[in-house]
């Protein structure tokens, strides 16, 4: 419930303030070794596992600088993306994960993105996929920071 608050909230805040959107909340999935660990808790399938096992999810927001600089030349479509997720996390709870041996810690992205939104087209077909696609984060590189210090991913998804 809280979520789908803070998701309205977010969106009707942006269209007050602005009147446009201009941080999108996005997502992005990879595939962990953790969800062999625990299968009933984090998917004994690979399609279960993109809804479960959240050591794979990255919880975005991004926005283009541009939308904010009108005059600073960046394009409208090439957004900087902030990036959340967890690792190492087998069970609900912290302490559980770790009387499993597991240290769960956070870690934090930084990275690029496509509003694919803003990018112009007049096929309405093509702008339709592009409004529904772009809750997704596109692969790119990507800083990420965690306990364990900064680390570059060249394709991070």
Request: aromatic content about 18%; overall charge positive; glycine content about 8%.
């Given at each position: ?59 975005w927001f991004s926005g ?9 030349g960046w394009p409208a ?44 087209t007049k096929s309405k ?33």
């Amino acid at each position: 419930m809280v979520g789908n608050i803070a998701g309205s909230v977010i969106y009707l805040g942006q269209i007050a303030l602005w009147d446009e959107v201009r941080i999108q909340p996005k997502f992005s999935f990879h595939y962990t070794s953790l969800a062999r660990v625990r299968p009933e808790l984090l998917g004994s399938t690979r399609s279960e596992s993109w809804l479960k096992d959240y050591n794979g999810q990255t919880y975005w927001f991004s926005g283009s600088p541009g939308t904010f600089f009108k005059n600073s030349g960046w394009p409208a479509w090439l957004c900087l993306s902030i990036g959340y997720g967890i690792h190492d996390m087998v069970s609900a709870e912290k302490e559980k994960s770790i009387e499993r041996g597991y240290r769960p810690y956070r870690q934090y992205y930084l990275s690029l993105d496509i509003d694919l939104t803003k990018i112009k087209t007049k096929s309405k077909f093509v702008r339709t996929i592009g409004f529904f696609a772009n809750s997704i984060k596109i692969p790119a590189p990507a800083l990420q920071f965690s306990k364990k210090g900064i680390d570059f991913k060249p394709f991070y998804f």
